[in-house]
């Protein structure tokens, strides 16, 4: 055992003297010291670099996974897009272009007519321009029963182009008026520039 007063009267100026366990507890003090500072100065910064890199590479590995998976479903996602495409040339051919919309309002008058319906309103109202197309809003008000509606309206859907039926209001008894807002719509050409 080393005594509290042998402690105090340790020369540092003569080590070499000192007691093997006051030699060796100074030893641990600068060896931990040292490993301290080394850890301080030069570890540290290691480390924190390197958990940087490795949130990094898993930022990286998920960005890679991701993008390999839309590499392996390349195929399929260019096959999608074809059937897309297909599909919105089939449906921009159910849209009539200038020259049909003539024909079409007659195509709804007639079905009106066919379906056993009396017009007593048939006012076409103006284009309302939308991104590729064009509305074409037809206000209608027609007398009759109630399974003539249902025949107008399925004739309607029956059409070959593309035509929808908005504001629905069926009043009276017997002998009931429809008023609607009947739609069509028209492919806006692109015109060339100005």
Known sequence: MVDLNELNQLDLQNIGDWPGLAKALLILLLCGGAAGAWY????????EQLQTVQ?????????FEEKQQKAANLDAY???????EES????????????????????????????GLEFEL?????????????????RVRVRGQYSEFGHFVSGLAALPRIVTI?????????????????KTYRYLEEEPAK
């Open 40 to 47: 301080h100065y030069d570890t540290k910064d290691q480390i």
């Open 55 to 63: 949130e990094k590479e898993i930022g990286l590995r998920k960005d």
């Open 78 to 84: 260019r096959q999608q897009l074809a059937e897309m």
């Open 88 to 115: 919105f040339g089939a449906m921009l051919r159910q849209l009539p272009d200038k020259t049909e919309v003539a024909s079409l309002l007659v195509d709804v008058s007639q079905t009106g007519l066919a379906s």
């Open 122 to 138: 048939f006012q076409p109202t103006g284009e309302v321009l939308r991104d590729f197309y064009a509305e074409l809003p037809i």
């Open 166 to 182: 908005h504001d629905v209001n069926i009043r009276g008894s017997g002998l009931l008026t429809f008023n609607a807002t009947v």
